[in-house]
Each structure stands twice: as C-alpha cells, then as structure tokens.
C-alpha cells in the first residue's frame, strides 16, 4: 500500500476512535436537544470540548485557550472601534507564524530559568576532542513538554484562528450595525451567517463552544460564527436523517475505492521520492494528472466525513468540494469548488471588506498570499501564491473583455463554445502547473511541465493531452448547460 502520504494515514489510523467519539458526541448532543434548553446543550459543548483539547493536545492546550482569551479580550476592550479588526487580524497572524517558527513553542525554552536545583552532572567529549562538564539544571517546563498530547496544536491553530476571526469580526459588526445583504432567495446557510444575532449569543461560552466544537476542530469544513450559533438554536433542516445515512455510504464507498487504488497504484509515492524525473514524457503528464487526483479525493474524504457529522448534529457547513476536480477550467470557478469552505470565509472576511470587485486586481494578490502562508511557511507556498495570482489576474482581464456587453455578439455565435474549449484546455495547463507548485515549488514545476509536454516524443504527448482537456472542456460546458436547464446552476 502507498503509505507516502503522512496526512491520510494519520487520517485513516485514527478513523476508528473518530467515528466511536464522533458518534457518542452526536447521539449525546440530540438527546439533550430534545430534552433540555439550548444553555445545556451549550454547556455540554464546552464540556466535550474541553476534554477534547486536553487529550490531543495535552498541557499545550493551553497555549490555544490562551490565545483563544486575548482573542475575546480584544473584542471587548476594543469592541466598536475599527482597531478591533485591526488588532484580531495583527494578534492572530502574529501567533500562526510564530507558533510556525518555534513549533508550536516549547515550556521548557518558556520556563528558563525558573529551576535552579542540580538534576545531573555528567562529561561529554566536545567537537575539540577534549572534556567537558555538562550540568543539567531542574526545569518544570521539560516535564510538561513530555506530555503534550498527539496532536501539535500550532498545526491545528490554522482552522482554529479562521474561527477565531470569524468571531471577532461578526460580533463587531453586530455591534457596529453593518448593513446586511439581500437575503431574498439566499440559502439558509446564507441568511444564518448573514444575520446579526442578539448580544447575548456572543458570550463567552457561545464563544468557545464554537471556536472548539469538536467535530469540525480538526480539519473544518469553516462555519461562521453567526451560522454556527444560529444552528444551535435552530437546527438544520436542508438534509434529512435519510440524506445524511445515504451521504455517508457514498463517502464510506469512495473511501474504500480510495484505499483500493493505493494498494495498487503508487504514483504518489513516484511523486513524493522525485521518481518522476526518471520518467519519459507521457509518464511524467500521468504522475502529475493521478497525483492531483489523488489529492481530491483524499481531502473529497477528509472534509466530507467531518461535515456530515456535523450535519447529523444539526450543523450545516459549506461543502469543501462542490465538483469534481476533472469539472473546472477556470481559476475562478476551481477556486469555488475546491475548499469551498475557505473560500467562502475569505469572501466574507477578505474580499468584500477589501473593497469586492472594485478592487479585485489588487486584492487577489494579497488573498492568495494569505492563503500559501497560511498553509506553511514554506517557497512551495509562495510559488503557489505567485504563480496562482499571475494566472488569476490575466484570467480576470480575459474574461472582463469577452464577457462584457460589447462582445455578447461573439458570446452568441455557435463557434464561441469552441473559442471556451481550446482556451479552456489552455488554461487547465496553468491551473496543473499552479496547483503542482505546492509539492514542487518553483523550479520543478517547470522542470515537470518541460518533462511531461517537451521532452524526446512531445510532438505526440502534447497534441494528444490538448485533444484530451478540449474534449474534457466541452463536456464541462455541456454539464454546465444541463444544471442551467434544471435550474441547478452553479456561478462556476
């Protein structure tokens, strides 16, 4: 079995605890729905959570709670004043990349100093070949590092500072008044995250039974606060006990097909040990294409179960994956569909407070910097950043252009799906060289582009990939007709 991916064999190792925890927490959390007020179901939250935080991340739990109180500290002694915003973005950034920096800190670097009895005393031969004495001193901070938990929780700190954000900003404009959008034909998701809530759902408890709610603490999906909440009180009714068993079977089977083709297949493992540079060309385009896929699915898995969890607790989320990677030829519309979640809270967090399409230009650039160093502070993230943002804003100038009113002429000759198709197939290049950057970074996505499309035989390989994504095009533009025809359109 290809076990080169660190993240979903955690993943699949810890699924059994998941599901019994996950399970006994929903089944818990409807019985005291139905037979006590929302203030138990509150308390019952803060419970779990708790305990929860203390198991997996041990004594460095406290190192989250503790940024999870300066957090609600600043939008209280801040509370109208625009530095409210300001200082929730400054704190939070501050500790994502600190804690990247000193991983996830340690007590006893903290604690220095705080011990002066002599624990022992031992000789060492330095880098000079002589003697030397060496003296350890007492740190209670070295004990606590022992028992840290299993789960590092400056890695976990990135869905959890979303939240924590998520808060800030909506009790902020709840007690700001900001203007609400139309709600008119909204989904309820829409309307709940929308809506400002009475002050009393923003205490302290409301607080971190959401910022801690233990099914979606790990991976997400995101949920806003104000959605949140609102679902606590008022539980989702968009899916039915029947839609959600049927959900989870199909993800239980995917999850198992998945299992499958890594017993077989190890082109994630090519990928992962730089195989690929010893490939011929049409190999190389293959490792990329399954590689990429592989990804889906794996976070296809990851989300889906965590939210349809949530959803048997009366809690709706935005779907990570709205369609198939092998559905997009646009950055835009990729961007909507792949982590649906966080694109909708850079949406509402980001790009409308940053002035929304009157300065999309400029705001892309900085979102999709935010993003990359959000992920990791490594060069493959930035070369993700980079070269996502170049591609982006010359897709934006295009489609300004030829979706304007001048050129509706074009739009709707019969030729103009062709025109879609070939700069389509183009353009899902770009979105395999943007997307390859995070594992590749710079230099290698290139090397993995001119190895795949121009090496000794690319005559054949690279007309015969074009035909394939232009066909592929066609067929998304025909899906994207048919969901129009029955009304089910998506904006991407």
């Known amino acids: 079995v290809d076990y080169s991916d660190a993240q979903y064999v955690t993943y699949m190792s810890s699924l059994p605890l998941l599901f019994v925890g996950f399970a006994t927490f929903v089944f818990l959390s409807n019985l005291i729905r139905r037979s006590s007020p929302v203030h138990t179901r509150i308390f019952f939250y803060n419970v ?25 500290g600043i939008s209280r002694l801040f509370d109208r004043s625009r530095m409210a915003p300001v200082l929730t973005w400054a704190f939070n950034l501050s500790v994502l990349w600190l804690s990247y920096m000193h991983q996830g800190f340690s007590f006893e670097s903290l604690l220095m100093g705080y011990g002066n009895e002599e624990t022992d005393r031992y000789t060492v031969i330095n880098e000079f070949g002589k003697k030397e004495e060496i003296v350890e001193m007492y ?17 976990y700190f990135k869905i959890t500072m979303l939240r924590l954000i998520s ?13 609400q959008p139309s709600l008119k034909d909204r989904s309820d998701y829409f309307i709940a995250q929308e809506q400002h809530m009475p002050a009393n759902r923003y205490s302290w408890w409301h607080f971190t039974a959401y910022i801690f709610y233990m099914t979606l603490y790990i991976a997400g999906p995101i949920v806003s606060f104000n959605a949140f909440i609102s679902q606590v009180y008022t539980p989702q009714k968009t899916y039915t006990l029947r839609d959600l068993t049927k959900a989870m079977i199909k993800i239980l089977v995917v999850m198992l097909g998945l299992n499958i083709f890594l017993h077989y297949i190890y082109y994630y493992a090519f990928n992962e040990h ?19 896929n592989f990804m889906y699915v794996k976070f296809l898995v990851i989300w ?19 369609r198939c990677v092998n559905n997009n030829y646009t950055f835009t519309g990729f961007w909507r569909s792949w982590h649906g979640s966080f694109n909708t809270w850079t949406v509402r967090y980001m790009y409308i407070p940053l002035g929304g399409k009157h300065t999309q230009s400029m705001t892309v650039w900085l979102i999709f910097f935010f993003i990359g160093l959000w992920h990791d502070l490594w060069w493959s ?27 509706l002429w074009l739009r709707r000759k019969p030729y103009w799906r062709h025109i879609v198709g070939v700069s389509g197939s183009f353009n899902v290049f770009l979105l395999m060289i943007a997307n390859m950057a995070i594992l590749h970074g710079f230099t290698d996505s290139f090397l993995f582009f001119k190895l795949a499309f121009f090496s000794p035989g690319y005559y054949l390989t690279l007309p015969l990939a074009w035909l394939w994504l232009y066909t592929g095009v066609m067929f998304m533009q025909e899906i994207r007709d048919t969901e129009r025809r029955k009304n089910e359109g998506k904006k991407f």
Not at 274 to 291: C, H, L, Q, S
Not at 382 to 407: D, G, H, P, R, T
Request: aromatic share 20%; proline share 2%.
């Open 167 to 179: 808060y800030n900003m909506d009790y902020y404009w709840m007690r700001t008044s900001r203007p």
């Open 274 to 292: 730089d195989m690929w540079k010893k490939f011929r060309g049409y190999e190389v385009a293959i490792t990329g294409y399954i590689v990429l």
């Open 304 to 322: 889906r179960v965590f939210r349809i969890m949530a959803q048997f607790d009366g809690i709706d989320t935005p779907e990570n994956m709205n």
């Open 139 to 155: 740190n209670p901070g070295r004990w606590l590092d022992k028992h840290r938990g299993f789960l590092g929780w400056d890695i």
């Open 381 to 407: 993230w930035v070369a993700w950043a980079l070269l996502n943002c170049v591609f982006f804003s010359v897709e934006i100038l295009i489609m300004k252009y030829f979706y304007s009113k001048k050129m």
């Open 48 to 72: 779990v959570a708790l305990a929860f935080l203390i198991y997996a991340h041990g004594f460095s739990s406290m190192f989250v709670i503790t940024v999870a109180a300066i957090n609600f």
